[in-house]
């Protein structure tokens, strides 16, 4: 392989949209990938049933970042995209012993329509006053990062933190919110407070300046017959001879200053001016203890959760009707279930299953709650059912159920995570042509993803205004 050729490790979606942006500028990328497929946690594989497609990681991609949506336009996928259901958005919170449906217009922390709030019952009155605090409360020290819950209970009060702060925020990162950092997670919130002093006030001063939203658009979009569409459409674009996998890299070398040797696991050596390395930050750093070891042990210090995805397949005829009409719930964590949340996949994109198939995913693990997985599959669907039975009504025998498992997949962005990030940038300077990418870094959801692709690529090619060695 020629030394001029850009070496891409990793074929999830980060690496897999590099090393298609280095083949679109005329690069010849070399994408080496230990499975035996490309795409990463992005995974649809079919059921049994025709047009039944199980999504084993992500299901869809938020728009109001529009990195992954436009990929799939520029992909000729724009005709198979889906949209959320445009009535039925209900969405529950398990909390007190039962489902509480979340008022309208409640974005993540703060109500964005009074009267829904004020009339719901997800938090008694006492809270919903507290609630308010947030409006004259003083902004907190500008530059301190502090976890998810610390913010939520400082601005709205405890029980609002656990009853669905919590919940929403941390299920999004699989994540403790009493370490998740607000500033690496939830910057927008995080700016809220250092710009306005609240986030009530934020939002107040925000409001009649949202962009009107696009017909054939929704906050959550996906494709039709599932998101490995996506990266199986870029893996298209790419080369022929690109992508290699099976390819396992078991070290990294920095043989002269800005050239590296990665050795492969069957002993072949590949050599190249420039790495982009996607793989997880705890993979990567023993590849580079020889090359950077104060960089190595930031990466090792990135803790990672294990999380799983259940899903079941029903007939829709023995569905309770609620599950029908909605999007689906979180669970406020006191609650000491096994799964955290579960999403009405049928219900939430009209046109995901066939007709007269129900598709509800849940999910379990994730940090804090990892013990969930210690058990075999047959097992952890078995909880699964219990919990749907006991919280939604739903005990009947599911027509189909897939488990996928995410041993150490998911990176929890706790506090001090930023900083983190800064000082593996720093380090990396003595390591010029190396390139960090992908979740571990600067966003976990796939427009994040895309974006730091690019971006990997984009430095890989020297462009003038590109982002540094962590991207």
Known sequence: MSQERVLVLGAGITGLVCAYELAKAGASPVLLEAQNRVGGKVFSPAGSRDGLIFEAGPDSFVTTKPAALELAIELGLEDRLLTTHAEKKGMWVYTRGRLRRFPEGLLLMAPTKIRAFLASDVVGWPAKIRMAGDFFLPAGARDYDESVGAFAARRFGVEAAESFINPVMAGIHSGDPDRLSLKSTFPQFFEMERKYGSVWRAMRAASGKRPPARPGRTMFMTLQGGLQSLTDALAARLPAGTVHTGARV??????????????????????????????????????????????????????????????????????????????????????????????????????????????????????????????????????????????????????????????????????????????????????????????????????????SGREAARAALGVAGSAGAVV
């Open 250 to 451: 078991e070290s990294l070398a920095q043989a002269a200053p800005g050239r590296y040797e990665a050795r492969l696991a069957g002993g072949e050596c590949v050599t190249a001016n420039r790495v982009v390395c996607s793989l997880p930050a705890p993979v990567c750093a023993p590849m580079l203890e020889g090359i950077s070891p104060a960089a190595a042990a930031e990466l090792g210090a990135v803790v990672f959760a294990s999380t799983s995805t259940v899903s079941l397949a029903y007939d829709a005829a023995a569905v309770p009707a609620a599950i029908g009409e909605g999007f689906g719930f979180v669970i406020d964590r006191r609650e000491k279930r096994t799964i955290s949340g579960a999403t009405y996949s049928s219900t939430k994109f009209p046109g995901r299953v066939p007709a007269g198939t129900a598709l509800v995913r849940c999910f379990a693990g994730g940090a804090g709650n990892e013990s969930a997985l210690d058990c075999s599959d047959e097992e952890l669907a078995g909880k699964v059912r219990s919990d749907l039975a006991g919280i939604a009504g739903l005990e009947a025998e599911p027509l189909e159920t897939r488990v996928a498992r995410w041993p150490n997949a998911s990176p929890q962005y706790n506090v001090g995570h930023d900083a983190r990030v800064g000082r593996i940038h720093a380090a990396l300077a003595a390591a010029p042509g190396l390139i960090l990418a992908g979740a571990s870094y600067k966003g976990i959801g796939l427009p994040d993803c895309v974006r």
